[in-house]
């Protein structure tokens, strides 16, 4: 199956920072990869389904001039937090279908935000 | 209300124990799946089924289409079992998952 990568795995920065998170699919072209969040002891949450080469699809909620998604090529896809605060300190995790259709997802490792 | 409801929330067992975990879900699914979540947060997809039942090695997983439930059985549970474990469902294609609140498995030696 596909194997992700996700950078970095924590970040603890001061509020108003920009952060930008990193997946990469290793092995396999993705077209779509999904960003999630979790906030301590809740579910995980879809935020955005990130399309290669168009704009993303973000979930009801979600500002997308808050959390800027690129997926510029088929390997990589990249979250930005912009101007953090806070209320945003979470766990961020993305994944990629392993194939078209329905498919086992593969997950990165997460990234841990701690917005001061 | 939450579309997945699993049960247990919390559960520990001793070593060797039968582990059943259910989910519910309460709309129309293209696949059930079941994920691992370890304490650093990392999650493994253990499975994806949309009819009848899967095993891999201790691990089984069904599916009842009709009532919309789901079951994670563990055979001979093992300390290294413990984690938490997710039901979620994909409506298809290119959909993200949404899921449940999990189950928190504890195994004791």
């Known amino acids: ?116 | 209300k939450n579309e997945v409801e699993q049960s247990p929330q919390n559960l520990t067992a001793q070593e060797g124990e039968f582990i059943t975990i259910n989910c519910s879900y309460s709309v129309g699914i293209s696949a059930l799946h079941w994920l691992q979540q370890h304490p650093g947060g990392g999650i493994v997809s253990l499975f994806m089924l949309s009819s009848g039942k899967k095993k891999h090695g201790r691990l089984i997983a069904t599916i009842n289409i009709q009532e919309k439930h789901s079951s994670l059985h563990i055979t001979a549970s093992h300390p290294r079992d413990s984690a938490v474990y997710i039901c979620a469902y994909s409506g298809g294609g290119a959909d993200g998952l949404t899921f449940g609140k999990g189950t928190h498995l504890i195994i004791q030696p």
């Open chain 1, 1 to 116: 199956g596909a194997v992700v990568s996700q950078h970095p795995s924590r970040v603890i920065c001061k509020s108003g920072t920009s952060v930008k998170i990193e997946c990469r699919s290793l092995d396999f072209q993705a077209t779509t990869m999904f960003w999630y969040r979790q906030f301590p002891k809740k579910s995980l949450m879809l935020m955005a389904t990130s399309n290669e080469g168009s704009k993303a699809t973000y979930e009801q909620g979600v500002e997308k001039d808050k959390f800027l998604i690129n997926h510029a090529s088929l390997t990589l896809s990249t979250l930005t937090v912009t101007s953090a605060h806070p209320e945003d300190s979470s766990f961020y995790i993305c994944s990629v279908n392993d194939g078209p259709g329905n498919q086992p997802q593969h997950f990165g490792d997460g990234t841990r935000l701690s917005i001061l």
